[in-house]
Antibody, heavy 122, light 110 residues
Framework: QLQLQESGPGLVKPSETLSLTCTVS??????????WGWIRQPPGKELEWVGT???????YYNPSLKRRVTISVDTSKNQISLKLTSVTAADTAMYYC??????????????WGQGTAVSVSS | QSALTQPPSASGSPGQSVTISCTGT?????????VSWYQQHPGKAPKLMIH???KRPSGVPDRFSGSKSGNTASLTVSGLQADDEADYYC??????????FGGGTSLTVL
């Protein structure tokens, strides 16, 4: 059974860089041409797609975050990482690691981690 | 403001059917057959209920169905059960390799 587990600091100061890691178990990041991604949800608000990466390196980012976000994979550790620079209070959210459903391109997210809460505050 | 428009709330009695709409544009829902629906219970991660407009992942009851007409997609929940009470979000692929979400609909089972 595929499992995704997010980890990272729960508190980040404004203007600093948010760094999160997603550890995948029950499957290999690089097998079967999978995509991986991040979705976030501010408290009490809707879901927001952050970005998606193909294990081979191709990335797609939310245009509103593109200048600040980097998603990468570490196949040796079976991990996906998210970096978001110059954070503000608007980046406070639950961040979910996701893997898309395999038959609808990379745009339907079937596997979700439990999420990690990040607060941006001084 | 969300890219896709959903009603903030919907409700129905046990056993009844309820339909939730999701309106976009020609650049997202209307242009592609990549509409998804997610169910989210409080404090939990979302769960994929529908993908590719009308396809159910393994394990999702056939009480959940999806459809699309023009720029509007719909999720219908038939035979409402207490556990269906949750937030529902639609999403769609959009031009230039983007995924957009709706604002969410809170479904109440009366």
């Amino acid at each position: 059974q595929l499992q995704l587990q997010e980890s990272g600091p729960g508190l980040v100061k404004p203007s600093e860089t948010l760094s999160l890691t997603c550890t995948v178990s029950g499957g290999s990041i690089s097998s079967s041409s999978y995509y991986w991604g991040w979705i976030r949800q501010p408290p009490g608000k809707e879901l927001e797609w952050v970005g998606t990466i193909y294990y081979g390196g191709t990335t797609y980012y939310n245009p509103s975050l593109k200048r600040r976000v980097t998603i990468s994979v570490d196949t040796s550790k079976n991990q996906i990482s998210l970096k978001l620079t110059s954070v503000t209070a608007a980046d406070t959210a639950m961040y979910y690691c996701v893997r898309p459903q395999s038959t609808s391109g990379w745009v339907s997210f079937e596997y979700w981690g439990q999420g990690t809460a990040v607060s941006v505050s001084s | 403001q969300s890219a896709l428009t959903q009603p903030p709330s919907a409700s129905g009695s046990p056993g009844q059917s309820v339909t939730i709409s999701c309106t976009g544009t020609n650049s997202d829902i209307g242009g592609y057959n990549y509409v998804s629906w997610y169910q989210q219970h409080p404090g939990k991660a979302p769960k994929l209920m529908i993908h590719g407009v009308n396809k159910r992942p393994s394990g999702v009851p056939d009480r959940f169905s999806g459809s699309k007409s023009g720029n509007t997609a719909s999720l219908t929940v038939s035979g409402l059960q207490a556990d269906d009470e949750a937030d529902y979000y639609c999403s769609s692929y959009a031009d230039n390799n983007v995924v957009v979400f709706g604002g969410g609909t809170s479904l109440t089972v009366l």
